[in-house]
């Protein structure tokens, strides 16, 4: 009699047990699941406030000074040396000019467009397409790829949406972003 009242005991503490780990590992469960919720909505709202960003680019590509519109004059005033002016344009969707040039010793290529929402959709597409193919397939750095109208290769590896203008950038972000920043003032 006394073995079974232990074994009945011994039942009731593991059913407490087993509940308790169940409870805790739901309570787990929920929580990790709440958190990258969250993460992905903080992230939507970052994309909506600076435009779609492909989650595959976001390394190379940003989008910035939404409300600004540039010329070619205002790129040259901040220190960027213009090189060519491109001609045929026919290959840049929505494009109304298309230079090379560079700053900071790095090549850029400068795309204006007639407005923010142009360059938004139309030129981050078109700039999406022409970067680095390697790196979107997910290979390294290093093949190389034109411009719009370059017989010369060039290594475009990122690109920035800046005001109406697109911007690619040889090697990384970081020529284009200083270049946004010295037109920002």
């Avoid at 205002?74 to 230079?99: H, L, M, R």
Wanted: aromatic residues 8%; glycine residues 8%.
């Amino acid at each position: 009699m006394k073995h079974v009242a232990l074994n009945l005991s011994f039942l009731k503490h593991s059913r407490w047990l087993m509940l308790a780990i169940l409870v805790g590992a739901l309570a787990l469960a929920i929580a990790c699941g709440s958190a990258s919720d969250d993460k992905s909505s903080d992230s939507g709202d970052a994309a909506s406030a600076e435009g779609e960003v492909d989650e595959e680019l976001a390394e190379v590509s940003r989008i910035l000074q939404p409300g600004n519109t540039f010329t070619v004059d205002d790129f040259v005033a901040a220190g960027w040396k213009q090189s060519n002016k491109y001609d045929d344009i026919s290959t840049v969707p929505e494009a109304t000019e298309v230079y090379f040039g560079f700053f900071s010793a790095k090549d850029i290529e400068v795309r204006i467009y007639a407005s923010h929402d142009s360059a938004k959709n139309a030129g981050f597409k078109d700039a999406a397409e022409d970067i680095d193919q390697s790196f979107r397939e997910g290979g390294q750095y290093g093949s190389s790829n034109r411009g719009a109208g370059s017989r010369a290769v060039t290594k475009f590896k990122a690109f920035a949406v800046v005001g109406n203008t697109v911007l690619l950038c040889e090697q990384s972000i970081d020529a284009c972003t200083t270049l946004a920043d010295v037109l920002d003032g």
